[in-house]
């Protein structure tokens, strides 16, 4: 889809027309977007045809999803790479859960010694306080990443703050948590 003026049409126009139920819309987004959307799913599914539904169902989303979409709260492309992560994170988690287990008889608990709990529990006490000494800014961003599974993105969307700052506040944190933690070992 091309403008008169031989320009190219944007994505947040492309969106807009999708939303009208503009079909060639549509097909212009997913000439842009689909091989890198089935690419990222990719990463997750490791199977092509399984990555291409993952793209298309991602694309569809978009269609449905058109007039809900808000250009202040990210890019068209950020909006389309959300989908299909999430998509794929699901596909993911969904053929993990419908696979047998490989080893179907319960494993016997682990027998500890004394001396093994003791090291976990200095090794716990050590991160503990290397995580106590940032700042709470910094150690907010740090549990999203890791215990709510979010992207950068949806953390900035989550908090309201620019995802330069996300990136900016995780990389100091990271590296005040690598250096307290060489600190006390």
């Keep these: 889809m091309a403008k008169a003026t031989g320009q190219k049409t944007s994505d947040r126009e492309l969106v807009l027309a999708m939303a009208r139920g503009d079909t060639d819309a549509l097909r212009a987004l ?31 989303q978009a269609w449905r999803e058109a ?31 419908r696979r047998a287990p ?19 529990a200095e090794r716990a006490k050590i991160v503990k306080t290397a995580v106590g000494e940032l700042e709470p800014k910094e150690r907010e961003l ?16 989550k908090v309201g703050i620019p995802l330069g700052t996300v990136k900016t506040r995780m990389r100091t944190a990271l590296i005040k948590l690598r250096d307290a933690l060489r600190r006390l070992r």
């Design 30 to 60: 997913s000439a842009r977007y689909a091989r890198m959307l089935g690419a990222l799913a990719y990463r997750f599914v490791k199977d092509q045809s399984d990555a291409e539904e993952i793209a298309a169902d991602a694309l569809w």
């Design 67 to 97: 007039p809900l979409f808000d250009p202040s709260r990210s890019s068209v492309s950020a909006w389309l790479v959300m989908l299909g992560r999430s998509r794929a994170i699901d596909r993911f988690r969904a053929s993990r859960a």
């Design 102 to 120: 490989e080893n179907p008889q319960p494993q016997p608990a682990p027998v500890t010694d004394a001396l093994t709990d003791l090291e976990a």
């Design 142 to 157: 740090l549990e999203l990443a890791y215990f709510s599974d979010l992207s950068q993105t949806e953390i900035a969307d």
